[in-house]
Nanobody
Framework: QVQLVESGGGLVQAGGSLRLSCGAP????????VGWFRQSPGQARVFVAT????????DYAESVKGRFTISRDNAKNTVFLQMNSLKPEDTAVYYC????????????????WGRGTQVTVSS
């Protein structure tokens, strides 16, 4: 089992930036691909970005391409989501999750999930 903890959320004005972190104490964390998803009230959880085990491949939702960057530091068991040029529609709870499937964009492909961190973008 992998215990994921997200951090870095908060309140920011439109156009601002935040960096989310997803960490796990287990050394096996580096063996998984990791994805970020987000969920707004009353909405389904949607894919944001994913990164492979080595960090060599990344994929993004069209809505965040060019604004968000996913990266990882396996020595620190941490995956990051750098979010720039934030928009009010980016407001959501952001979750990280692990999968054995490279470049997976469906939530059903992910096994372990964190509890989420709230991101609020004011206009």
């Amino acid at each position: 089992q992998v215990q994921l903890v997200e951090s870095g959320g908060g309140l920011v004005q439109a156009g601002g930036s935040l960096r989310l972190s997803c960490g796990a104490p287990e050394r096996s964390f580096s063996l998984y691909s990791v994805g970020w998803f987000r969920q707004s009230p009353g909405q389904a959880r949607v894919f944001v970005a994913t990164i492979t085990q080595s960090g060599g491949s990344t994929d993004y939702a069209e809505s965040v391409k060019g604004r968000f960057t996913i990266s990882r530091d396996n020595a620190k068991n941490t995956v990051f989501l750098q979010m720039n040029s934030l928009k009010p529609e980016d407001t959501a709870v952001y979750y990280c999750a692990t999968t054995r499937v490279a470049r997976a964009t469906f939530a059903s492909s992910y096994t372990y999930w964190g509890r989420g961190t709230q991101v609020t973008v004011s206009s």
